[in-house]
Structure formats: C-alpha cells, structure tokens
C-alpha cells in the first residue's frame, strides 16, 4: 500500500483541516517534543524557498528529527540528468519522509505514486502549495476565532499564484465569499471559477483594488506578482507593481481584519503597514512552524499526546 502523502489541499477533508489546526495549536504552545527521534526527514529543494524549507527544517529541529536534503538543484545529481524517479527512490532510500518543491505542476503527485515513503508538496509550480494553505487558515482561525462565513479579498497574481489557488480550495469546506482583486492579465483563471461555482461559493472579480474591496473583508491576502512565472517578461514590467496597499487605505476596514500574505513581498505591502496591528504576514508565517509539525506528525501517524 502507498504512504499516505500531502500533495494537494484536497487531499484533506474538513475533518482533516480541523484535526491539523488542532494539533498545531499544541504544538504553538509547546513546540519542542521528543517526536521525531530517530527519524531522517529530505528536504528537496529544486526552487528557492526561504519560509516554507526554513520552517520545514525548524520544525524537525523542535522535534528531534535529523534532516537531509538540498536547497540549490545545482549541488545535486538533477544536474547530471538524474531524473525525478530516480531522485525520489534515492533519497527514499535515506529517509522517513520527503519534503519536495519543484518548478513542474504535477511533480509532487508524481513523486507521491514512485515514493515509498511519504511526500509533501512544498509547492509544485504554480499548481499547489498545500502546507502554506494550511498555515493560512491555521491564521485565519487564530485571528477570526471561526474559519465560517468569512470574506476573503485576495489581491495580485491570482493566475499563477499557487498558494492562492490551494487556499480557494481549503477554504471551500466553510462558506467563504472571495473578492478576486487581478488586472486582466493575472485574473483567476476559469478551472478556480468552475470549482467555485461547483461547490456553490460566492465571488465577485475586481480590476481595482477598490474601497470596497478591502472594506468589505475580514481577511485580505495580498499576494506577490511572480516574476519567475512569467514566459514574456514585457508582460510582467506592465504588471509588477500594479497595487501597493497602504496603511491609510486601512482606516474604514472592519476591526477584525488581518491582512495576510504568503511573502515574500516586493512592493504589494507598503512598509508603512507592519505597524498596524491588523498586519499579520510575520506571525503568518511563524505559524509555518506548528502547521508543519503538525502535518507532518499527521502523515508518519505518530500521536502527538
Ligand atoms: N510562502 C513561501 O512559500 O515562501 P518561500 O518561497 O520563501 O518558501
């Protein structure tokens, strides 16, 4: 039988969802446990990452695990022409479970049907970003004690942004309504406007990033344009720095908004803003460390109590 994997957020059910925030709520009050004694977690790094491997690795640390892996696909065999395969039965060979994220959508799935042991995407092109996700609505809940009946406004690249598509569907377990926030050229592609319709959730598409928009929410995730998606690079000079938000665009939100961010940043939130207490992309991504505890205690069945 294959380990069970975390390769897309709908490999959870909502019951799975609130288990996870629930474990992870344990291990934001006491992170450092004895739990993964013993065990050897990879880390497969084929882009550049800062959070998602740093958290990754902290997380393991806290609980004893030992870690192996790459952060540069120049110091491993890929560059030899190593292919995925033969990569994962390798690594496989060394460790408990496989933490991989790669340019190609569809990687993790792939890497997820030749592993034996447990993979979890940490985000295959712009497909999925699951951990992230997981993460995002551990804060959502955190900061709107409810994750029921929320306005989400996610504002910027909704077309190649894969922590924004897994979030949509992460967040379709408990009535959301989105504002997209996109000019034309990285609007939300149709696939997450049928899901939507098919799942009976409310959105509404804006060009600007309007009053209304942000008024209206009780969590605006922000998001980065992302250059290293773009094929034509005119397209991205015309794009990149299409809405800031500032801390005075703030000042008629409603008290309990958090604005959130995957990060990093380049110019989509004015520093102005990490004052505002409704500012939460730090402790966001704080919050990576106990998620991630807890997903991966989830995935290797080990009883955090
Ligand atoms: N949010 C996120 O995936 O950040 P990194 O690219 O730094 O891992």
């Known amino acids: 039988m294959k380990p069970k ?12 969802i609130l288990r996870i925030i629930e474990t992870a709520s344990k291990f934001k009050k006491h992170p450092d446990r004895s739990l993964l004694k013993g065990l050897v977690c990879g880390t497969l790094f084929f882009e550049p990452s800062t959070r998602t491997r740093l958290s990754f690795e902290t997380a393991i640390n806290r609980l004893e695990g030992r870690i192996i892996g790459f952060s540069d696909t120049a110091t ?11 990569t994962i ?10 933490i991989m994220r790669h340019h190609l959508e569809g ?16 985000g295959d092109g712009s497909n999925q970003h699951p951990t992230q996700t997981m993460l995002d609505i551990f804060s959502i809940h955190e900061t709107q004690q409810t994750l029921e009946n929320l306005t989400i406004t996610i504002v910027g690249d909704l077309k190649y942004g894969r922590a924004v598509h897994s979030l949509i569907e992460g967040l379709s377990h408990f ?3 989105f504002n997209f926030v996109a000019p034309e050229e990285m609007k939300i592609p149709d696939k997450h ?25 009780d969590i605006l995730y922000m998001t980065r344009v992302q250059k290293e998606r773009f094929t034509d690079l005119m397209e991205y000079e015309k794009v990149k720095n299409v809405y800031t938000l500032r ?37 966001q991504a704080r919050n990576g460390i106990y998620t991630r505890q807890a997903v991966i205690c989830d995935l290797l069945n080990i009883d955090v109590d």
Do not use: W
Not at 255 to 273: A, M, T
């Open 76 to 86: 491993s065999s890929a560059t030899k022409g190593e292919s995925l395969k033969d």
């Open 5 to 16: 994997s975390l390769v897309n957020i709908d490999d959870y059910s909502r019951d799975d």
């Open 175 to 177: 009535n959301p309504t």
């Open 247 to 283: 801390n005075e665009m703030l000042k008629d939100s409603k008290p309990n908004l958090k604005v959130l961010h995957p990060l990093p940043r380049v110019k989509e939130i004015d520093q102005d803003v990490d004052n505002n207490p409704k500012a939460y992309y730090f402790e």
């Open 107 to 122: 990687s993790a799935r792939y890497a997820s049907e030749v592993s034996p042991v447990p993979i979890i995407n940490a």
């Open 89 to 98: 039965m390798m690594v496989s060979n060394y460790t408990d479970i496989i």
């Open 193 to 217: 406007k049928l899901y939507c319709d098919k799942k009976s959730i409310k959105y509404q598409e804006f060009a600007d990033f309007s009053p209304e928009s942000i008024n209206s929410a």
